[in-house]
């Protein structure tokens, strides 16, 4: 594929399965995204634009598509389950689009004004209502996007030994030792005395923006910096830094990632939770990621939360399946999120999220924000 964390590409239909006690309607398999069609309307082997789950499809289409009524508040495709088969993407005919764009794996999201919905951002100023503008430091490295497995099928082998953790559905947060972009005069006077240090500073963020760092100041109250306070972050990052430098060989700096849950996070999906927490679940040195064992280490020696680890074993369909459906949080009947499967090398080529079913229509049903 062109765009592995595209939501809508040029595919081709693998398999057509019959539904029981259905006499009209079928299960397409396409990639390893299911879809229930009309009988009839599609064949083995066919071209087709595929429209993956929370994929906003404008107006003029859908009117032509005659399926207005059946998307998601927001024009978004949902997940169904109807006579107990999911249907998680909408597959559009491959005469949507011009001949020369009809080749397996092409992305169609510019081509057909397809984009994936993103919750609204909500805005963080300072008390004093005054606007910073930060220069984004450029060793402060946001964290890398990796698709739904459903778009790779195929991505790990029963060769392949993988991390299996939870997936926790919050807000992503970022929290690293880095190298300023820029000493100011006064560092550079500093550095001159024997400040070892004054080269690199604090800095956090959510998963897109900086939000706040030694050299720029922060902003004056935000779920990031509640954290940051929370867990202590700053001291143990640099108490971790000033011990290790030399052992990892940070030179750039090292950044922890990791997701803010709870209360007052994702609407409608707190974990039971009065108040907001951290799971860490991967750093970067120097830019590059280390293995899964190594980031779990960290986060151990930081005194910091990592992820639920659900196994460490060999991939196969049924180890992924038996984390994905049927697993709901603790004490409750709402479903998981779903599960991160990683490599645990830390080849970032094989890492992918697997996307619980029941948890995409309980989130419709409930009306749960989208992860951001």
Not at 37 to 64: C, H, M, Q, W, Y
Not at 253 to 270: L, M, P
Not at 289 to 317: C, E, K, N
């Amino acid at each position: 594929m062109e765009n592995l964390n595209s939501v809508c590409y040029v595919a081709r239909i693998a398999e057509i399965k019959a539904i029981p006690n259905a006499d009209n309607i079928v299960q397409a398999v396409i990639g390893g995204w299911n879809c229930i069609i009309r009988k009839g309307e599609f064949n083995v082997n066919d071209l087709v634009v595929v429209a993956t789950t929370n994929a906003v499809i404008p107006k003029k289409l859908s009117e032509a598509l005659n399926i207005t009524n059946y998307l998601r508040k927001g024009e978004r495709v949902r997940t169904v389950k109807l006579k107990g088969v999911y249907s998680e993407c909408l597959i559009i005919p491959i005469g949507f689009i011009p001949d020369k764009y009809r080749v397996e794996g092409t992305d169609c999201m510019e081509l057909m004004e397809i984009f994936k919905y993103e919750p609204p951002v909500r805005e963080i100023q300072t008390a004093s209502g005054k606007k910073i503008k930060y220069r984004q430091n450029p060793n402060f490295h946001i964290y890398y996007k990796f698709p739904n497995l459903k778009n790779v099928p195929g991505m790990f082998t029963e060769d392949d030994m993988v991390e299996i953790s939870r997936k926790i559905h919050g807000t992503n947060a970022r929290f690293g030792i880095v190298k300023k972009s820029k000493l100011s005069l006064l560092d550079r006077i500093r550095k001159f005395f024997g400040n070892k240090w004054i080269e690199y500073e604090y800095v956090y963020g959510s998963h897109n923006v900086e939000k706040g760092s030694d050299s720029q100041g922060f902003y004056d109250t935000d779920v990031w910096k509640t954290i940051s306070e929370k867990y202590q972050i700053p001291g143990r990052l640099w108490e971790f830094f000033k011990l290790n430098k030399e052992h990892y060989k940070i030179d750039s700096g090292f950044v922890i990632y990791g997701e803010i849950f709870g209360a007052g996070i994702q609407k409608n999906y707190d974990y039971g939770l009065k108040s907001f927490e951290y799971v860490g679940f991967d750093v970067t040195i120097n830019g590059q990621y280390i293995s899964s064992p190594r980031s779990f280490t960290i986060h151990q020696d930081l005194g910091l939360p990592y992820v639920p680890m659900l196994a460490v074993d060999f991939w196969s369909q049924e180890l992924q399946d038996k984390y994905v459906f049927d697993n709901f949080i603790e004490g409750t009947k709402v479903p998981h999120e779903g599960i991160v499967i990683k490599e645990v090398s830390g080849d970032r080529s094989k890492v992918a999220k697997v996307i619980n079913p029941d948890y995409l229509i309980y989130s419709e049903k409930h009306n749960v924000s989208d992860s951001h």
